[in-house]
Each structure stands twice: as structure tokens, then as C-alpha cells.
């Protein structure tokens, strides 16, 4: 059966080799911090389940540490854009290749698929193929990604020794954007257990809350203000819902549960678009895009937030209290 | 009810809001998160380790790096743009409209994993959209196509967020079940995620109209650029150096 552990194996793999491929790339100032970065986060995503928690956990705060104060720092890649001939040559290679380039680009999503909705039946030898459950799609999508990299490959006629050196380059693209989404998870469930949920709440009950505007504007703020500060509308509803939802709107002004569920969660992710918490999708892309401003997809996306967030507000008001 | 650990809230905002490295924010809050509520040390470790074991998955998109990779070394966005310059009537425009209406419908049927970042928009929709923009306005200035890619994750964000919450088995809805269950309240996913539709229809329209002034502004940034005596030069289409540091 092909387990999710097989997965995140290679993803450290992955990780491991860019981290590999920094400490030897003589042209990064950084290599050495650069490329420790990355080894070190792929020893922990390959190895972390043998090691004792506490270590991994010091080693998260050192790469944190690395990251936050400037240790990764890609590098020019102009060995690598030479050998390619630049833009010119990329351009008569695009001319050649036409829409077989896109073959394997498409390739990821529709493995996926086709994992999710039909090889999860699929047996061999008697036990099934991808281990079911909650990791299906995961390992749909390791699976999708080493499919699409042997038609890349394939139509690509490139060696298999250039595929380290391409991921580097988009790895380092990205730099220690790349860590947020994951320390961020992290945060969230030290404030868990740390009862800053219950406390937030807690104030959140004090607020005068009689009359039934300032009640749907404090819970639709609140849950957007907290989904802000969060980075996610999942850990912030419960807090907000539990705080104002129920005893205010639902018992004090008979609102329809469901409507304040839905409608609630989704003025949420109005916050998700706005702060840089939600990193992966904020953050991330922004990397991703080479944007220098790394605050540019929020604030492509302010103006819509905003917008919706009132609609939301009046949708809650008008909707809630049929 | 303590509320010290609320001081690892306050580190986050003022992190954030003194523009610090947010690595460095979110390393410091949950150190002091586990400090004020006398968390030991060792047992604080030891959670942040269980932690990011349990949230590794979170880097998986990492693996669609080396295949996107080795496209783009041998030209797939060029190969996008060139597409796109062959196609009559496209606009930046009707392109980012399409992309958030096909976005917001397949994530309603669940079909989340069918786009996304590392293998939609950096790989082909900014590159089109860019091209689809100069192919109608000319050259742009540098701050204008910036903003314009910029603007293409956001739609992808946009399409999403506002349809997965349609899809009865996603998350969120079960989430808001779970959640009202445990608190006496029996609700069916159905009525969950139909509430979700208003909001739906609303986002689309709001995110499709600023969409539609797109071409206006786009224009006026073009024609601010030719009235300058020298075109900007291109960026070019090899990776740069990534987020710039604080």
C-alpha cells in the first residue's frame, strides 16, 4: 500500500537535496545557513516521527531563528539560466514543445482526481493500493506529482539529474515563505493549549450586546477581527461563536443557527483575505509570483474583503432572524 | 481565567504591525504563549515538535516545485503567453473572470485540487493575464503588471474561499456542525452550506465587477507609461530572490 509516510518521504527527499544543492552553490553568500535551512527541514519532515518530540520542536525554533533573521537567501541562478541560452532559448523551446508542455502541468490535478475518486478502491495482491481515509488525497497528490514529473521528463527529454537543481530554484523562490503556513499551524495549537481561545471569549461575553445591530456587528467583526489575528476562520469560529454566537444571537435574539454558522464562517474568511497569518494564501502566492512587496496579494484583495464583509453583515442581519 | 496568554496575541499583532519577520513573530509568540501559561519548557518543545509533525503536510505543495520547474525551464510560460497573443478578443479581464468562475464552480463539486498557485497561477494564469494585458494596452508600467499578478492570486483565492464552503463534505461545514452539536444544537450539512449560497453569489459579483473596471485602469496606467519618453524594461522570467527581507 502506498502510505502517506512514502509521501512525506519524498517531500524531505526533495527538501533534502535543495538544502544539499545550497551548501555547494559557491555563488550564495549564504550558502551554508541557506542550504542548512532546507536540509534540516527535510531531515525533520523525513525523520521527524523517530526523533524525541522536544528535539524536533528546537529544531523548529533554530530554523525559525535561521529564517527570521535573514539566513536564506536564494541566489541568482545565473549558472543555471546560461546553460539554459536565457529567454531566447526557452522561447524556441516553447515553439517546439507547443501544448505538450502543458501536458504534465495538467497531469497533477487529474491524478489526484483520478486517485481520490477510483484508485482508492483499487486492491493489489489483496490489500488496497492508497492508503484510504483522510491521507487518500495526500497521497493521491504525492503519487499525481511523480506521474506528472516522469511525463515531464518524458517530453521534456531533459535527465533526471536537472530535476533537484529546478525544484532548488523554485524552493528558493519562494525562501522561508515556505515555513509560515506550517509555524503557524504550530502557533495555533500552542494557543489551544494555552486556553487563549477561552480567554478571548471570556472578554468577548463582557461586551453590551442588547440590541440587535451592535450584536451581529460585534459577531461578524469579531469573527473577521479574530480570523485576522488567527490567520484561519476555523480556529477563530469557535471562539467568536461560543463567545457572542450562541448566548447573544441564537438565545438572547433567536436566531437561526445555521444561517449564523454559515454566513458567520464565511465573513471569517473575509479576514482570511486580509492578513498576513493566512500565510499560504497571502504569502506564499506572493513569493511564488516574485512580487517584491509581499504584502501584494492582500492588498489586491482588501478592496473585495471589504465589500463582502458588509454584504455579509447585512446578509447576517437580514437573513438570521426570518 | 488567565489572561496571560493573550500576551502571545499581543506579540503577534504588534509583530505584524512593526513589519517584523513574521517567522521570527510567530517563533517568539509561541514561545511566550507557553511561557505565561506556565507551560515547562521541555513539555512547550515537545508541542511545538508534535505540532509541526502533525501539520508537515502543509509543505506537500513543495513536491509540484520540480515538475513546474523543469516546465518553465523549457518554456511553459512562454509557451502560455504565446497562446494567449494568438487569441482574438482576450482581455486580462474576460481571462481573470473566466478563471474565477470556473475556480468558484469546481471548488462547490469539490474539485479544490483542481488549481492553486504553484500549479495554476504562477505557471500559466499570471503569465497569460500579462500577456493578454499588453497584447491590449501595450507595454505597462512595472508597478501596474506587479499589481496585476498580484491580482491573479487574488482571484484564485477569491474563487476558492467562496465556493469550497458550498461543497457539503468540505470541512468547513462539517466543522460548523461538529461545533454546534457539541454545544446542544443538531443542524444537517445540507442547511450548513445552502446559507452559504448568498454570500457565494455576492463575492462573485463583487470580485467579477472590480474585474470589469479592470480594463479602464489598465488603460490609464498604459497610457501614463507611453506619455514617459523611455518604455521600463521587462523583468525577467528567471526567478528572483524571493519575499524581500524586513
Known sequence: MIRLQYVLWM????????????????????????????????????????????LVGAVVLLLALIAGLGGVKGSSHQSDSS???????????ARRLGHWLLFPALLIPVLTLV???????????????????????????GVACLGALAAALLVTRESPTRVPHEGRRLLDAIGWAALLPLLLAVLGQVFAAAGVGSAVASLVARLPLESRIAAVLAYGLGMASFTMIMGNAFAAFPVITLGIGIPVLIELHG????????????TGYCGTLMTPMAANFNIV??????????????????????????ANLVLMYVLAFE | MSLWPLLGLAVVVLGFALRANPLLVVAVSSVVTGLA???????????LGEAFLKNRILLLFVLTLPVIGLLERHGLREHATRWIASMRAVTASRLLTLYLTLRQLTATVGLTSLAGHAQTVRP???????????????????ASRLRLRALCAATDNVGLFFGEDLFLAFGAVLLIQAFFQNNGIQLQPLQIAVWGIPTAVCAFLIHAGRLWQLEARLRREASLASAKPTVLPRVSTDSGSGPRDQ
Open chain 1, 11 to 54: 517531500l524531505g527527499l526533495v527538501l533534502i537535496m535543495a538544502g544539499l544543492l545550497g551548501v555547494r552553490d559557491r555563488t550564495n553568500s549564504r550558502r551554508w545557513t541557506t542550504g542548512g535551512f532546507w536540509f534540516l527541514l527535510g531531515l525533520l519532515v523525513m525523520l521527524g516521527d523517530l526523533l524525541p518530540p522536544a
Open chain 1, 83 to 93: 546553460t539554459t541560452g536565457g529567454s531566447d532559448s526557452r522561447r524556441e523551446r
Open chain 1, 115 to 141: 486517485g481520490v475518486l477510483g484508485l482508492s478502491r483499487l486492491r493489489v495482491g489483496g490489500r488496497s493500493l492508497l492508503e484510504g481515509g483522510q491521507a487518500l488525497t495526500l497521497v493521491s497528490l
Open chain 1, 255 to 266: 436566531a437561526n443557527p445555521a444561517v449564523l454558522g454559515a454566513v458567520g464562517m464565511l
Open chain 1, 285 to 310: 502566492p506572493a513569493a511564488l509570483l516574485e512580487l517584491p512587496d509581499q504584502h501584494a496579494v492582500i492588498k489586491a484583495q482588501i478592496p473585495t474583503a471589504l465589500l463582502l464583509l458588509a
Open chain 2, 37 to 47: 501559561a506556565k507551560l515547562p519548557i521541555l513539555k512547550l518543545l515537545a508541542m
Open chain 2, 124 to 142: 500559466l494564469l499570471a503569465p497569460m493575464t500579462e500577456a493578454a494585458a499588453e497584447k491590449v494596452h501595450g507595454p505597462l508600467p512595472e
